[in-house]
């Protein structure tokens, strides 16, 4: 007996108490088109995610050619084709540059490049994107867009296609030609395509139509069987019957459900997480450099923030630089040098401290920005590209290697700056290596915020309010109850990099005016190295965790 492409039996869906569908129970033959139509709510939407295997039934079963759904997505990521109701894809870049990524990211390293080429030609023609191959995303029409998304399907060569609302917002033109194309790609190329649409004006070319109503299964046929059953012309006759009258339905009779045996499919595993992470990483590159306002961002707080530092430190470092540990023999001149050196050295110390928590906490801003939306502002795209096979791992660590960088240049800058312009003492190799650390321990933590918000602007808010509590919680500027100063203090990163930074100073009197002056502990540096660096590894995992997760969302 062989599999029917889709199979559903007493399928039945519900959230918390919320029954979405119940009694759903059909199968669809290979290489045929069908249609789920009805009213808003009535679970259209629900059943094709439940196909696609985002949701998880309560009761029944549902089986692509045989295989478990999630089973079939988790082995063979190309072999079902899902498009939700808007495409997503980088709008900076051009169609020909996100169809290349998509080549690279789902073709399988056994392909040659010739034969990748050839066949991204071949998609291109099928689709009928020659026309506009040159223009960025953001400039296509709504159909062009469609198109677009349903070719980059097209890529992994499918055997089953999964759409929801593909027709969504087109005209009647722009939807007539849709459905032809989709009909001609169940024809002639032996795709099974399920398509969940709102329009209705050309289900004509439907091999049969699914008519769901509150979440029930009314009747699954043809476009005439459906038209005829109710004695109706059209079916916008139709939902007006179910519009305008209060339409119960008798529980239906369970139906068998069987155990078909899983059946091949034509399909590949998408390449591995290396050549994923080159072409990754050549993308990541470019859509870096076209985002002029993140670029001009970047650049402004690299430059202007070690400025702030040397303008606070300008008119009392002075003051510290004449700081003397000797006293006079007078007596009384031994008094009154000792306490104008009580008080001088009381003021060099919150300068020296205070100065050296103010380039940490600005770098801890700084890194907040680098990482707070990057991840979070293409969820969409990272989702599907997550369904398609991508390494959660390659994408986080493309990531990774991003802010890694910008991290090293704003460290070095502000490092080189302040100890050049302000004259602070010590090593600038041992400062830079802490405050490159303590940049790209934030900056790691806050890739991870932005792998677990499922917004650019939450993950942003997150951010800052981490950052805004790194001088408080560090202890360094205020006097915090000892057991709370112990809690708080492996996690927080500013404690970390102004511990290490004042390390450097341990041999000149800076240190030893710092260490008279304060009761919070001056960690050694290689503690504080140590512990920001556990920070970016925890941080790593937790957002290839929170990466991960999406694939099934």
Not at 285 to 312: C, E, I, N, Y
Not at 477 to 503: D, M
Not at 545 to 550: G, I, V
């Amino acid at each position: 007996m062989s599999a029917a492409a889709v199979s559903v039996a007493n399928l039945e869906i519900r959230i918390g108490h919320k029954l979405l569908l119940s009694d759903i129970s059909f199968d669809v033959p290979a290489g045929s088109f069908i249609a789920i139509i009805g009213a808003s709510g009535c679970g259209k939407s629900t059943l094709i995610k439940t196909l696609a295997g985002q949701l998880v039934p309560s009761k029944g079963k549902v089986s692509i050619a045989g295989h478990a759904v999630r089973q079939l997505k988790k082995e063979f990521p190309l072999a079902v084709g899902y498009l939700p109701q808007f495409g997503a894809f980088h709008p900076e870049l051009s169609v020909l540059e996100n169809l290349q990524n998509a080549v690279a990211l789902r073709l399988p390293n056994s392909v040659p490049p010739a034969v990748q080429r050839n066949w991204m030609r071949h998609i291109i023609e099928v689709a009928r994107l020659e026309p506009f191959l040159q223009q960025t995303y953001r400039t296509l029409s709504g159909g062009q867009m469609r198109r677009m998304a349903l070719a980059e399907e097209l890529i992994g060569d499918p055997a089953i296609f999964l759409l929801d609302e593909l027709t969504s917002g087109l005209d009647a033109f722009s939807d007539r030609e849709m459905m032809i194309w989709l009909r001609e790609l169940a024809q002639q190329y032996g795709k099974t395509i399920v398509l969940v649409t709102h329009a209705t004006y050309h289900l004509e070319y439907c091999d049969a139509i699914l008519f769901l109503h509150k979440g029930r299964m009314v009747q699954f046929g043809t476009y005439q069987e459906l038209l005829d059953a109710h004695g109706v012309a059209s079916i916008a006759d139709l939902f007006a019957i179910y519009q305008t009258q209060d339409i119960e339905f008798p529980p239906a009779a369970p139906v068998a459900e069987v155990d078909y045996p899983p059946q091949p499919l034509k399909t590949a595993s998408p390449p591995g997480g290396g050549r994923q992470f080159c072409t990754l990483l050549a993308r990541q590159a470019k859509l870096f450099w076209r985002d002029k306002v993140q670029v001009g961002l970047h650049l402004s707080l690299a430059l202007t923030f070690p400025a702030v530092v040397a303008v606070f430190a300008t008119k009392g470092l002075p003051q510290v630089r004449s700081l003397t540990l000797s006293l006079e023999t007078n007596i009384i001149r031994t008094l009154v040098e000792q306490l104008q050196y009580l008080q001088e050295s009381y003021h060099a110390a919150s300068l020296i401290s205070g100065l050296t928590m103010f380039q940490v906490i600005l770098l801890t801003l700084i890194g907040a920005n680098n990482g707070a939306r990057e991840i979070a502002k293409e969820r969409e795209v990272l989702q599907k590209e997550l369904r398609a096979g991508l390494s959660p791992l390659a994408y986080v660590l493309t990531k990774f290697l991003q802010v890694a960088f910008l991290s090293l240049l704003q460290a070095f800058w502000m490092a080189w700056f302040v100890k050049t312009v302000c004259g602070f003492p010590g090593e600038f190799i041992l400062q830079f290596g802490i405050l490159f650390t303590v940049t790209l321990a934030m900056s790691a933590t806050c890739l991870a915020i932005s792998a677990a918000c499922a917004s650019p602007e939450r993950a942003s808010l997150l951010a800052i309010y981490l950052v805004g509590f790194q001088l408080p919680l560090s202890g360094a500027a205020l006097a915090l109850p000892e057991w709370l100063s112990l809690a708080c203090r492996p996690f927080i990163a500013a404690y970390w990099g102004w511990s290490g930074y004042l390390k450097t100073f341990e041999s000149f009197r800076h240190y030893d005016i710092v260490k008279q002056s304060t009761a919070t502990f001056i960690a050694p540096y290689h503690s504080c190295l140590l512990v920001l660096g556990l920070h970016i590894l925890a941080a790593l995992a937790a957002g290839w965790w929170f990466t991960r997760k999406m694939r099934f969302v």
